[in-house]
């Protein structure tokens, strides 16, 4: 069975930092492009991350809104990819959600996991 966790959300102050895993099953993670999105209250859903399959480097993309304070990174071994959020802001807050392709159209969604950037 395909599935996709996502993990690792929570409380964090403004300026604090989190790391979010997206944790594969029944298939491997690296043979996939890898979207991230976040959704926050009374939003539309907003991708804002990429990863791109091992066979393409695995080259990562961001939107202007993270670039610069979020990163994405693989660990093969785990089957995982991992979201690492530094200099969180009020506006990062949502439910933040992995998929297999970096568009809207991806086939396979994780659950989700809030993030809440308060003081």
């Known amino acids: 069975q395909v599935q996709l966790v996502e993990s690792g959300g929570g409380l964090v102050q403004p300026g604090g930092s989190l790391r979010l895993s997206c944790a594969a099953s029944g298939f491997t993670l690296d043979t996939y492009d890898i979207g991230w999105f976040r959704q926050a209250p009374r939003k539309e859903r907003e991708g804002f991350g990429c990863i791109s399959s091992s066979r393409s480097d695995g080259r990562t993309y961001y939107s202007s809104s993270v670039r610069g304070r979020f990163t994405l990174f693989r660990d093969s071994a785990k089957n995982t990819v991992y979201l690492e959020m530094e200099s969180l802001k009020p506006e990062d807050t949502g439910v933040y959600y992995c998929?297999?392709?970096?568009?809207?159209?991806?086939?396979?969604w994780g659950q989700g996991t809030q993030v809440t950037v308060s003081s």
């Open positions: 998929a297999t392709d970096c568009s809207d159209y991806a086939t396979h």
